[in-house]
């Protein structure tokens, strides 16, 4: 069966530190890899979009890498802040007829002053 | 900026009764979306909607669920008959349009408590 799998424990770091966190997948074709931030009773929001043919995007503080042989993304948050405290969500995007996201669990970052 | 909107943000109803919420998307966008998150559990995809129709619906999207738009500007999802277990945050997003470099744009949600 298909799995979208990121570490639930959350991932506490220093403010000025890098944050990376982590997602694999397992049985899936993904056309696309997302990464949205979701904060407490909210709607998930659009961060990065990387598609299969690409290696690595930026944008700002924010890096993604997408392995398609290790079925796997990474999510870097460079100078990270408290600011930057949420959840952090990867979701996979299979170009079909409704293009619909499958999301991971999500990853909660604490980013401590 | 443009954004999606939700009424109500919190809905309450008893076991068994109707419920619509609405969704206001991003007028230019083609493609329209409803998730739900279930207290502390993953956003889960129900059903999409393109050109006045359902393109694909999850196993979650039975018959007790229905969506609609019926003025060319909401977006409603409706649950007939509610269960205890349909209490969850109800998400609605849009997309410009599909198989291009394009993220879904959320709302803020409707956070249903069925009783």
């Known amino acids: 069966s298909q799995k979208i799998e990121q570490n639930s424990e959350a991932l506490n770091i220093q403010e000025g530190k890098t944050a990376t966190l982590t997602c694999n997948y397992t049985?899936?074709?993904?056309?696309?890899l997302q990464w949205y931030r979701q904060d407490p009773g909210r709607g998930p929001v659009f961060l990065l979009l990387i598609r299969e043919n690409e290696k690595e995007k930026r944008k700002e503080r924010l890096k993604v890498t997408f392995d398609t042989t290790l079925k796997q993304s990474l999510f870097h948050i460079t100078a990270s802040q408290p600011a930057d405290s949420a959840t952090y969500l990867c979701a996979l995007d299979r170009y079909n007829a409704g293009n619909m996201l499958t999301f991971g669990g999500g990853t909660r970052l604490m980013v401590k002053p | 900026e443009p954004e999606v909107t939700q009424t109500p943000s919190h809905q309450v109803t008893q076991m068994g009764q109707e419920v619509i919420l609405r969704c206001v998307p991003i007028s230019n966008h083609l493609y329209f979306y409803w998730y739900r998150q279930i207290l502390g559990q993953k956003v889960e995809f129900l059903v999409s909607f393109y050109n006045n129709e359902i393109s694909e619906k999850s196993e979650i999207f039975d018959d007790q669920f229905s969506v609609e738009r019926p003025d060319g500007s909401n977006f409603t999802l409706k649950i007939r008959s509610t269960k205890l277990e349909d209490s969850a945050m109800y998400f609605c997003?849009?997309?410009?349009?599909?198989?291009?470099?394009?993220?879904?744009?959320f709302g803020p949600g409707t956070r249903l408590t069925v009783l």
């Open positions: 049985n899936y074709s993904p056309a696309y």
């Open positions: 997003a849009s997309r410009i349009r599909a198989g291009q470099n394009n993220e879904q744009f």
